[in-house]
């Protein structure tokens, strides 16, 4: 086989063209430019994982915890010793000198420095209670960011499962559509030989019509849904993102009201709420009988002549009168932790009553996902029959909608039992605090 010199020229340029082709496609894989040819799929656990991680609710319980680690050692200070220099300069200073019965001053400058170091040895408990109200804070805080955490996760399993139904009603809306559409061009046709009157083409158009309007209800419905989810996670989702289906629902749930109670870190909180409440108002009292310290100080001294001072010791600190100042400290404490336990109490009670209402309530949706799934199965089998008895011209265009609508609703129902099964599920999580 021989070759013209301009088809010789032209495979060079053709081949150089392809192996171009090659080397950009290469360099787009490598560097994961291209687009995506399928939607990325994002995972639950990837956006609980991402929205504890980014969201600012979560960093500001973080900041308070690393906050009220320090409060023990506030507290702890005043046990360790306590060490302080002082020092003074006069520029010009009166001193008073006697002289055979006569006080003589004369002006000279001044200076003085000196260190105090002071030790507390007993203070009636007062610190070693503000030591464990302080560690108790601590406490507070983490369980605080636990029950932080279990909320924001359970609002983005809330917002990723209603996305993922949505995706799953919009897929429903579209069949619902296109079978509308071919009921539309099939009572055309069935017009057009005479076989249909005029009115079954018109009422499959207006079901049409009301069909696409759903679609796009449901279209605006997952975009709210990503929406809220993308503020979670702080950060866009992109356009073809798919979610994954929920996983498969236990028929029960293990655990009684009373022991999804025993793990609520709300309770826990206001427990440990109470308990420092106690030993606040223990610090209160001990205040009233004062403190005994040591103490011990050196200073020198230049004011006309130089000398140096020490004093070591000990001293009694025995508050007399404080203005009503103690009295009043005591009493806010005795509220405080009166109503720290009122508000366990009442706590405890609302908790107790949501548990047991969703308790019910998954009872409930359990019966109903039986009965919405039979339904769904019949409605299935009815509109085959309703569709079947139409074309052969025994059933009218009224039949097959309601056939179709039994079996949509049917369908949407099914979904929407599972969802607020799982919502209820999620819900019993979250007052457990449990993040996964």
């Known amino acids: 086989m021989t070759f013209t010199f301009y088809e010789f020229v032209r495979n060079i340029i053709v081949k150089k063209e392809f192996m171009k082709k090659i080397i950009i496609l290469v360099f787009f894989l490598f560097f994961g430019m291209l687009p995506p040819l399928h939607g990325q ?23 308070q915890l690393k906050y009220s680690r320090k409060s023990a050692d506030v507290a702890r200070a005043d046990y360790l010793p306590q060490i302080s220099l002082n020092g003074e300069y006069d520029p010009t200073r009166t001193y008073v000198l006697p002289t055979n019965g006569i006080f003589h001053t004369r002006d000279d400058d001044g200076w003085q420095i000196g260190a105090v170091l002071q030790q507390k040895i007993w203070d009636f408990s007062r610190t070693t209670n503000l030591i464990k109200a302080g560690k108790t804070e601590e406490e507070i805080a983490a369980l605080s960011l636990a029950d932080a955490r279990a909320l924001m996760a359970y609002k983005v399993k809330l917002q990723y499962e209603l996305a993922a139904v949505q995706q799953q009603a919009i897929a429903v ?8 559409q071919e009921l539309y061009r099939q009572a055309q046709a ?41 503020f979670y996670i702080g950060e866009p989702l992109p356009e073809n993102v798919g979610f994954a ?17 025993r793990h609520s870190p709300v309770l826990k909180n206001l427990q440990k709420k109470t308990q420092q409440s106690d ?41 007399l009168y404080s203005g009503g100042r103690l009295s009043a400290q005591q009493e806010q404490a ?29 009872r409930r949706y359990t019966q109903t996902i039986r009965a919405r799934t039979d339904q769904f199965r019949a409605a299935g089998k009815t509109k085959e029959v309703v569709d079947g008895r139409y074309r052969e011209g025994l059933a009218t265009y009224i039949e097959v909608l309601d056939a179709t609508a039994a079996m949509l609703d049917a369908r949407l129902g099914l979904l929407q039992a599972g969802y607020d099964k799982s919502s209820t599920i999620h819900r019993l999580e979250y007052l457990q605090g449990k993040v996964q």
């Open 41 to 63: 799929t994002l995972g639950l656990q990837e956006s609980i994982d991402k929205a504890l991680a980014t969201h600012p609710d979560i960093k500001r319980f973080i900041l």
């Open 173 to 180: 809306r579209k069949e619902d559509l296109q079978a509308k």
């Open 190 to 230: 069935l017009f057009r030989q005479g076989l249909k009157t005029e009115a079954d083409a018109t009422r499959f158009l207006s079901s049409c019509s009301v069909a696409r309007d759903n679609l796009a209800v449901a279209e605006a419905n997952l975009a709210k849904a990503k929406a809220m989810l993308s």
């Open 245 to 261: 289906a929920p996983a498969s629902l236990p028929a029960g749930y293990p655990l009684t009201a009373d022991e999804i109670l």
């Open 279 to 319: 030993l606040l108002y223990r610090a209160a009292k001990a205040a009233r009988f004062g403190s005994i310290d040591a103490m011990a100080s050196y200073s020198h001294q230049d004011t006309l002549n130089s000398y140096d001072s020490t004093v070591a010791g000990i001293l009694l600190t025995i508050p």
């Open 334 to 362: 005795i509220i405080n932790r009166q109503s720290a336990k009122n508000e366990y109490q009442s706590k405890m009670l609302a908790l107790k009553e949501e548990c047991e209402s969703l308790l019910i309530d998954l």
